[in-house]
């Protein structure tokens, strides 16, 4: 079974809340940001986070289902899951930098998220499956 718009809310919040958690806490001091200070920094990437999940909630994950769904197989290739990371990247920069008005840098942002977007992909086809063997069947769902 292909997992659900619930499976894939669950599945997105779960590992952005853990994995994106836990790398962004071990990132953030390595960040070249030049003379921002550390509060500062983290308040950035965590940010960052909080618009990813917030955003993929409204917007991208209700567009990718929607997609989905003239698929043959009603399935998402690991490649297009992989090179989501794109078009929602360029979204979570502008909303932080031109909405939420963060002093957002293009190359920590890119070290961030491009990092933070492979440790959560490579969760979600990795750890996740193997702790919770029937994540899949039963469409995505954790709960």
């Given at each position: 079974m292909t997992p659900t718009l619930?499976?894939?809310?669950?599945?997105?919040?779960?590992?952005?809340?853990?994995?994106?958690?836990?790398?962004?806490?071990?990132?953030?001091?390595?960040?070249?940001?030049?003379?921002?200070?550390?509060?500062?920094?983290?308040?950035?990437?965590?940010?960052?986070?909080?618009?990813t999940a917030a955003v993929g909630l409204v917007l991208w994950e209700p567009l990718y289902q929607f997609l989905q769904q003239f698929r043959w197989e009603k399935d998402w290739p690991a490649m297009f899951t992989l090179l989501e990371g794109?078009?929602?990247?360029?979204?979570?920069?502008?909303?932080?930098?031109?909405?939420?008005?963060f002093d957002v840098r293009a190359t920590p942002f890119l070290i961030h998220f491009g990092t933070t977007w492979l440790v959560v992909f490579l969760c979600l086809h990795g750890p996740l499956r193997v702790v919770s063997v029937r994540w899949r069947f039963r469409a995505g769902r954790l709960l």
């Open positions: 619930l499976g894939r809310w669950q599945s997105r919040l779960f590992v952005l809340a853990t994995a994106g958690l836990l790398w962004t806490l071990l990132l953030t001091p390595l960040l070249p940001v030049g003379f921002a200070t550390t509060r500062e920094t983290y308040a950035g990437t965590f940010a960052a986070i909080g618009v794109i078009p929602e990247g360029v979204v979570v920069f502008f909303l932080l930098r031109d909405v939420l008005g």
